[in-house]
């Protein structure tokens, strides 16, 4: 009888729910290794924009961030093109160069991080505490998320 309750509590306790990034070890990867940025210790929203890719998710999503006005947001913009971040004005967030990075090569494609589309990401003590694209039909959940109206 002593081992099936050892089995429960261990069974519960493996069942913890971790709210961290399912790829995270390969996104800190990709992150020190090719935009030389590692997650802070301190509360940070991280948004990866391929801007390679869907122009109305892209256009969608850096509205969302000129509407919020949060001051912890990094940035990190995949693409080719540098004329690409002034087509969906991002140099018109009020951030401080060091807070924007970029993936000039697009080499995140080389990653198996989970990332197929814009994606936010709510770091708290170097934990993922939030994750989500920014599509359209996602948005009402992160605004609800961070308290953004």
């Not at 967030?93 to 807070?99: A, E, Q, T, W, Y």
Request: net charge neutral.
């Amino acid at each position: 009888m002593k081992i099936i309750y050892v089995l429960l509590i261990l069974f519960c306790f493996s069942c913890t729910p971790s709210c961290d990034y399912p790829y995270r070890e390969t996104l800190d990867k990709f992150l020190a290794k090719e935009v030389n940025y590692t997650i802070p210790q301190e509360e940070t929203i991280l948004i990866f924009l391929p801007l390679d890719g869907c122009n109305p998710c892209l256009q969608g999503t850096v509205k969302m961030l000129m509407e919020s006005k949060a001051n912890n947001l990094d940035i990190v913009v995949s693409t080719k093109d540098n004329d690409t971040i002034k087509k969906f004005g991002l140099d018109k967030l009020d951030l401080p160069k060091n807070r924007i990075h970029h993936d000039t090569m697009n080499n995140y494609e080389r990653y198996e991080m989970g990332i197929v589309a814009p994606m936010i990401f709510h770091f708290k003590d170097g934990k993922c505490v939030f994750h989500s694209e920014t599509t359209d039909d996602k948005k009402s959940i992160i605004k609800k998320h961070f308290g953004w109206s």
